[in-house]
C-alpha cells in the first residue's frame, strides 16, 4: 500500500562535511525535485537510476542553494518502493536546512525516524527482520555485529522463519489429517507425532543458543568493577582502558559516581564500570553513590569483585563476596607488587563457587592480559562465530522464539497424552503467529511504531 505524502529528510550525520544526502520519497518526490532541480544540461531526462548534475534553486528560480547531484529511483525499485529522488548537496547544515524548507513548502512532510525503512518494510521490500538488520549495522558497535547484521539484511533469519513455518505447516497438516478423519467417522483418531515437531524444536534451539554468543558482539559486555574503597578499582579501569578516565587516590571512598568505558578485546565490546568502594557509607553522597553499585551489579555480564593483597581481608570483603555468589565472577587479586598480607590459599573457602581468580597488580600492569582473556571466556563469545549463518541477535526475536518454542512444547506434549489432535494444531497455530511477529507478517501498529522510532532519521 503506497503512502500518499512525501517524506523527506537528511541522511547523512547533521554537520559539517564534504556531502550531505537529502533524500525525498513518494508520490510527489518528482515534481518536488523538478521545482527545485535546474539541470545543467537541457536533456534531463529524469531516466531511473541516473546522476544529474545542476543546482537546487529557490522555488521562484532566482536564487541558487547549492550545485548538487540528484537521482531519481522510479517505483517499485527503490529502497521504500516509493519514488525516490537523492540530493547530494554540499554538507553544510545550513545550506542543508534551507534545502530542506524549500521542499516542506513544496509539500514534503519532515521524515520520522525510521519512516523510509517503516515504508520500504510496509510495501514489502523487506521483512521487518531485515529492517531491524539495518538499525542494528547502522549502530554496529564491532565488525562482527555489523556482518551479523549485514547477513540477517541479506534474508539469513528470514530464511529460516520461512524453513520453521513449514516445518509446522507440514505437521499441522499431518493432524488435521486425524481431526478430518474424527468429523467424518464420529471416532477419535490418536494423532501420530510428526517428525517436523522434533526437528523445529531442534532448529529453535539452536537459534536460541546463538543468541548469547551473538550478544557479547552486538551489545557487549558488561563488566562491573566492585570492592571495598582504596582496592584499586579506578586504577584497574584506568589501566585497562589505557585513559586517565577515574581519580585515583589514596583517599577511601574516592570514587562516588559510576564511572563508564568501553574497550574492545578480541573485537567484542567490553563496557566497563567503575563503582564507588562498598563500605558503611560516612555521608548522604557516599549512601547514594554505593546503592548506585548494587543496581548496576544486577545488571552486570560479568563482576570483578577486587581484593588488596598487600592488607588482611576485612568485613568489608567478606560482604561483597557473600552478595556475590552467582553469576560469572573474577576475583582480582590487586597490588601484587607489594609484599602480600595474606595467602588466598588459605581463604579460597571464602570465594564465590566457580569464581576465577587472577593475581593483578592494576599499578604495575601485571596479570592484565590474563584478566582480558578470562572476561572473553566469561563473556559467551565465539571467536569462530559464523556470522554468515541465521542467528538471533535481537531480544525481540529471542522472546518470539522462545514463546513458538513454548507452543510447540505443549502441542508435543498433548500429542503424547493421546488428546485430541485440536488441541495440538491450536497450539501449533500460536507458534506460528508467533513466528511471523519475527519478519512482521503478523503484528500490531504499536509495536511496528516503537520498533521504527527507535531508528535515526533519515534511515
Ligand atoms: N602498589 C600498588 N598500589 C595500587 C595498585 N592499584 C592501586 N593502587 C593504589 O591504591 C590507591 C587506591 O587506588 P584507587 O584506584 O583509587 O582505588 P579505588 O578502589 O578506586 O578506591 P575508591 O574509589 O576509594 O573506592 C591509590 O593510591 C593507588 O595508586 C597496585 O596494583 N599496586
Ligand atoms: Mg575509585
Not at 66 to 87: A, C, Q, W, Y
Not at 182 to 210: F, G, H, N, V, Y
Request: glycine content about 8%; hydrophobic content about 40%; charged content about 25%.
Amino acid at each position: 500500500m503506497l503512502r500518499q505524502d512525501t517524506i523527506a529528510a537528511l541522511s547523512t550525520p547533521f554537520g559539517l562535511s564534504g556531502i550531505g544526502i537529502i533524500r525525498i520519497s513518494g508520490p510527489g518526490a518528482l515534481e518536488t525535485a523538478r521545482r527545485i532541480f535546474k539541470p545543467s544540461n537541457k536533456n534531463c531526462s529524469w531516466e531511473s537510476h541516473h546522476l544529474y548534475h545542476g543546482d537546487i534553486v529557490s522555488t521562484g528560480g532566482q536564487t541558487i542553494l547549492d550545485e548538487v547531484l540528484i537521482s531519481f529511483m522510479r517505483k517499485p525499485n527503490s529502497f521504500t518502493g516509493e519514488d525516490i529522488i537523492e540530493i547530494n548537496c554540499h554538507g553544510n547544515p545550513l545550506i542543508i536546512g534551507s534545502i530542506l524548507t524549500q521542499l516542506q513548502e513544496l509539500g514534503c512532510r519532515l521524515a520520522r525516524p525510521g519512516e523510509f525503512s517503516e515504508r520500504a518494510f510496509l510495501n514489502n521490500r523487506m521483512d521487518l527482520s531485515q529492517a531491524e538488520a539495518l538499525a542494528a549495522m547502522i549502530s554496529a558497535k564491532s565488525g562482527k555485529a555489523y556482518a551479523m547484521g549485514l547477513s540477517q539484511l541479506k534474508g539469513s533469519l528470514t530464511k529460516e522463519i520461512e524453513n520453521l513455518r513449514s516445518l509446522l505447516i507440514d505437521a499441522l497438516a499431518g493432524l488435521e489429517a486425524a481431526i478430518d478423519f474424527t468429523e467424518d467417522t464420529s471416532r477419535e483418531k490418536i494423532p501420530e507425532m510428526p517428525p517436523q515437531i522434533d526437528q523445529a524444536l531442534e532448529c529453535m534451539q539452536l537459534l536460541l543458543s546463538s543468541y548469547r554468543a551473538a550478544k557479547a558482539y552486538t551489545e557487549g559486555v558488561n563488566v562491573v568493577i566492585t570492592g571495598k574503597p582504596n582496592v584499586g578499582k579506578s586504577s584497574l579501569l584506568n589501566a585497562l582502558t589505557g585513559r586517565k578516565k577515574a581519580i585515583v587516590t589514596d583517599i577511601p571512598g574516592t570514587t562516588r559516581d559510576l564511572i563508564t568505558d568501553t574497550i574492545h578485546i578480541g573485537g567484542i565490546p567490553v563496557n566497563l564500570m567503575d563503582t564507588a568502594g562498598i563500605r558503611e557509607p560516612q555521608n548522604l553522597i557516599e549512601k547514594e553513590g554505593i546503592s548506585l553499585v548494587w543496581e548496576s551489579l544486577a545488571d552486570a555480564d560479568v563482576v570483578i569483585i577486587m581484593l588488596d593483597v598487600s592488607k588482611p581481608l576485612t568485613d568489608e570483603d567478606r560482604i561483597i563476596i557473600d552478595k556475590n555468589q552467582s553469576g560469572n565472577i573474577i576475583v582480582a587479586m590487586n597490588k601484587i607488587d607489594l609484599p602480600p598480607a595474606w595467602e588466598m590459599e588459605a581463604n579460597e573457602h571464602l570465594l564465590p563457587p566457580g569464581a576465577k581468580m587472577i593475581h593483578i597488580s592494576a599499578k604495575a600492569g601485571t596479570g592484565l592480559d590474563h584478566l582480558k582473556r578470562t572476561l572473553i571466556d566469561l563473556s559467551g563469545s565465539d571467536e569462530n562465530i559464523n556470522t554468515g549463518r541465521a542467528m538471533i541477535t535481537n531480544l525481540r526475536h529471542k522472546l518470539a522464539i522462545e514463546k513458538a518454542y513454548k507452543n510447540i512444547q505443549t502441542a508435543k506434549e498433548s500429542i503424547v497424552h493421546g488428546m485430541s489432535a485440536e488441541f495440538a494444531a491450536f497450539d501449533l497455530r500460536e507458534a506460528l503467529d508467533n513466528l511471523d511477529e519475527i519478519t512482521g507478517k503478523k503484528i500490531n501498529d504499536e509495536i511496528l511504531d516503537k520498533i521504527f522510532s527507535s531508528f535515526c532519521i533519515g534511515k
